[in-house]
């Protein structure tokens, strides 16, 4: 099966890159992925669902562990809509190869990998074998207009063809 079939039997849409990239109230410089070969190296991502932060707040006082997890899966999807934007297609997926989570975490809280396993589920839910990762968990205190969580992947992938990242800068998208 088509890996866009299963999203949508997941019920679940891939994010706009706009929401992610176009509004940058951080101010951050960044593109959106660097191929080498057939790696694809992805900046990072956080939770947008319907336009909009997902699940922002720190995990251990604003949001359960549960409430985390939805927010990586979240995170992952739009990872996932950076990989269709710079192959085309996420049939061209032969490997997620690494994923690095980022969890921003209350103090004492030691959770993250729980956390950072709504972004793997999700991932292993639509690839297969094919979307088991290598991968960190990582908690910090503070991440980026108080996203609860960030992750960052590299992706094996088939054909040659890659689009030109998008580019934030300080002149806009």
């Given at each position: 099966?088509?890996?866009?079939?299963?999203?949508k039997?997941l019920?679940?849409a891939?994010?706009?890159?706009?929401?992610?990239y176009g509004a940058?109230?951080?101010g951050?410089?960044?593109?959106?992925h660097?191929a080498?070969?057939?790696l694809l190296f992805?900046s990072?991502?956080?939770p947008?669902?319907?336009?909009?932060?997902?699940?922002p707040?720190?995990?251990?006082?604003?949001?359960?562990?549960?409430e985390?997890?939805?927010a990586a899966r979240?995170?992952?999807?739009?990872?996932?809509?950076?990989?269709?934007?710079?192959?085309g297609s996420?049939?061209?997926?032969?490997q997620i190869v690494q994923?690095?989570?980022?969890?921003?975490?209350?103090p004492?809280?030691?959770?993250q990998p729980?956390?950072?396993?709504?972004?793997?589920?999700?991932?292993?839910?639509?690839?297969?074998?094919q979307?088991?990762?290598t991968?960190?968990?990582?908690?910090?205190?503070g991440?980026?207009?108080?996203h609860?969580?960030?992750?960052?992947?590299?992706v094996?992938?088939?054909?040659?063809r890659?689009?030109?990242?998008?580019?934030r800068?300080r002149?806009?998208?």
């Open positions: 099966m088509r890996i866009e079939a299963r999203l039997r019920g679940l891939l994010p706009r890159l706009e929401d992610l940058n109230p951080s951050a410089r960044f593109i959106s660097y080498v070969r057939d992805l990072g991502t956080v947008i669902k319907e336009g909009r932060a997902f699940r707040g720190v995990v251990g006082k604003d949001l359960t562990v549960e985390g997890y939805e979240y995170a992952a999807l739009t990872s996932l809509a950076a990989v269709k934007y710079a192959l996420l049939d061209r997926v032969k994923l690095i989570g980022f969890v921003n975490s209350a004492g809280f030691g959770d729980r956390v950072i396993n709504g972004a793997v589920d999700l991932l292993v839910e639509l690839f297969g074998e979307g088991k990762p991968r960190a968990a990582i908690g910090c205190q991440l980026s207009m108080n609860s969580v960030e992750v960052v992947l590299t094996l992938f088939s054909g040659k890659v689009k030109r990242p998008l580019a800068d002149h806009g998208l």
